[in-house]
């Protein structure tokens, strides 16, 4: 069992930053990739950036690649989400993700946190 608590969200100018936390539980995290997912209000969820277990293989959806960046470090348990250059159209609720597989991160993932709210105003 993987608990996920995640953090950092907000309410941010269109063009700023904002860096998302993922705290994990349990001695294996290492064994996991990582990854988020976000909804946007009356749209379905949606992948966003994943992470294999080592952080040497990481994976974007096309809307934010070259905006935001993953990573991880396994000594913390810790996934991060650093988001740039932000637009209005990525306000979603923002989930942390965890699976075994690293194809399965980005398509169905078996652990979900609560998520964290971000908000771009325009």
């Known amino acids: 069992q993987v608990q996920l608590v995640e953090s950092g969200g907000g309410l941010v100018q269109a063009g700023g930053s904002l860096r998302l936390s993922c705290a994990a539980s349990g001695r294996t995290f290492s064994s996991y990739a990582m990854g988020w997912f976000r909804q946007a209000p009356g749209k379905e969820r949606e992948f966003v950036a994943a992470i294999n277990w080592s952080g040497g293989s990481t994976y974007y959806a096309d809307s934010v690649k070259g905006r935001f960046t993953i990573s991880r470090d396994n000594a913390k348990n810790t996934v991060y989400l650093q988001m740039d250059s932000l637009k209005p159209e990525d306000t979603a609720v923002y989930y942390c993700?965890?699976?075994?597989?690293?194809?399965?991160?980005?398509?169905?993932?078996?652990?979900w946190g609560r998520g964290t709210q971000v908000t771009v105003s325009s």
């Open positions: 993700n965890a699976d075994l597989n690293t194809i399965v991160i980005r398509t169905g993932p078996r652990y």
